[in-house]
């Protein structure tokens, strides 16, 4: 099976600067395959990549995704308020494993 | 526009049973895998089951096979989880999740807001 590991835990930025959230994969995954969620306290996982790279419906361009083999990165370009949330990455291939989540929280 | 709306959630004793509804709207329900995805308190996303469009497939995590099982009506477009043999470490919201296509692999394109369900005595 394989595990996902985002890091870091908890990322502690200011509105404006720049995030970085990494997810590495227990064995090489095709890139085809790889998702990032957005969760806000209360409110339901959002969509926000796909296959990636994919941006969702709606999804702001500020949002990107990357990677390959085994080192996946969703990159927040400059954070917005309403950007400070836990952010998921997903496999779905053979499984649906997710990360354990990091935190983008306001320093 | 999407909607996944579930209900059922509670408080019950450990080794009872709830069942789980998720009323979806919006798009053509029978045409895509739908899933359950749960959250314990405090922790990350879990898949846990789901079922293909027509509903004669379907999938379970290993933590739950054999106590839980999905289903779905699609003449009411509603997806369903009944939950027997229930453990306090089932305790988590339950969310029902929208996959991106009728096969895999599927990625979760829409979500509830999740129900509570609570094990306990």
């Known amino acids: 099976e394989i595990v996902l590991t985002q890091s870091p835990g908890t990322l502690s930025l200011s509105p404006g600067e720049r995030a970085s959230l990494s997810c590495r994969a227990s064995q090489s995954v095709s890139s085809s395959y790889l998702a990032w969620y957005q969760q806000k306290p209360g409110q339901a996982p959002r969509l926000l990549i796909y296959?990636?790279?994919s941006r969702a419906t709606g999804i702001p361009d500020r949002f990107s995704g990357s990677g390959s083999g085994t080192e996946f990165s969703l990159t927040i370009s400059r954070l917005e308020p309403e950007d400070f949330a836990v952010y998921y990455c997903?496999?779905?291939?053979?499984?649906?494993?997710f990360g354990q989540g990091t935190q983008v929280e306001v320093k | 526009e999407v909607q996944l709306l579930e209900s059922g959630g509670g408080l019950v004793q450990p080794g009872g049973s709830l069942r789980l509804s998720c009323a979806a709207s919006?798009?053509?329900?029978?045409?895509?895998?739908m899933s359950w995805v749960r959250q314990a308190p405090g922790k990350g996303l879990e898949w846990i089951s789901a079922?293909?469009?027509?509903?004669?497939?379907?999938f379970h995590a290993d933590s739950v096979k054999g106590r839980f099982t999905i289903s779905r009506d699609n003449s009411k477009n509603t997806l369903y989880l009944q939950m027997d043999s229930l453990r306090a470490e089932d305790t988590a919201v339950y969310h029902c999740?929208?996959?991106?296509?009728?096969?895999?692999?599927?990625?979760?394109?829409?979500w509830g807001q999740g129900t509570q369900v609570t094990v306990s005595s």
């Open positions: 919006g798009f053509t329900f029978s045409s895509y895998v």
């Open positions: 296959g990636t790279s």
């Open positions: 997903q496999h779905y291939g053979d499984s649906r494993t």
């Open positions: 999740a929208k996959g991106s296509g009728s096969l895999r692999p599927y990625y979760f394109d829409f």
């Open positions: 079922t293909s469009g027509s509903g004669g497939t379907t």
